[in-house]
């Protein structure tokens, strides 16, 4: 019994020390933000330009399909896209709206180190926009 005890304690200790080295983390991706300008940089939803009525987002799903994606308008009416960025991989949607439309992806790959997706890219297609801290600012012209 007393060897038993002895190999007890080791396995527990080898568990232990194994356990120890394992990252237990998870990252979730960075939030996608918009911001939607006009040529004087006003936002158009506080202007009232842009709401919830006349504009959307679709995810890009192949064969002319494509699904409606949630966002949310924050107080600062600025634009979040609470679910994207969790799938892995490159995935393409649609901005519509009343102003103007325009394709974008965003390029998602798996964080190894800590679980969750990293956003590694995302691009938009057809309108100008700026890379800002945080958020993206587009700038929307009539059609």
């Given at each position: 019994m007393n060897m038993?005890?002895?190999?007890?304690?080791?396995?527990f200790l080898y568990l232990t020390m194994v356990a120890c080295k394992?990252?237990?983390?998870?990252?979730?991706?960075?939030?996608?933000?918009?911001?939607f300008v006009n040529l004087e940089g006003k936002n158009l939803i506080t202007t009232?330009?842009?709401?919830?009525?006349?504009?959307e987002f679709r995810q890009e799903l192949g064969n002319r399909e494509n699904k409606l994606v949630e966002y949310e308008i924050r107080n600062d009416d600025r634009v979040i896209l609470p679910k994207v960025g969790w799938t892995e991989g490159f995935i393409q949607y649609k901005f519509?709206?009343?102003?103007?439309?325009?394709?974008f992806t965003i390029n998602t790959t798996r964080n190894q180190?800590?679980?969750g997706t990293t956003i590694e890219q995302l691009k938009l297609d057809d309108v100008s926009?700026?890379?800002?801290?945080?958020?993206?600012?587009?700038?929307l012209e009539r059609e």
């Open positions: 038993m005890h002895k190999y007890m304690i080791v396995a394992k990252k237990d983390c998870f990252t979730p991706p960075e939030l996608v933000v918009f911001e009232g330009q842009l709401h919830k009525d006349n504009f519509l709206s009343t102003i103007k439309s325009f394709p180190n800590c679980g926009y700026q890379q800002k801290d945080g958020y993206v600012q587009v700038i």
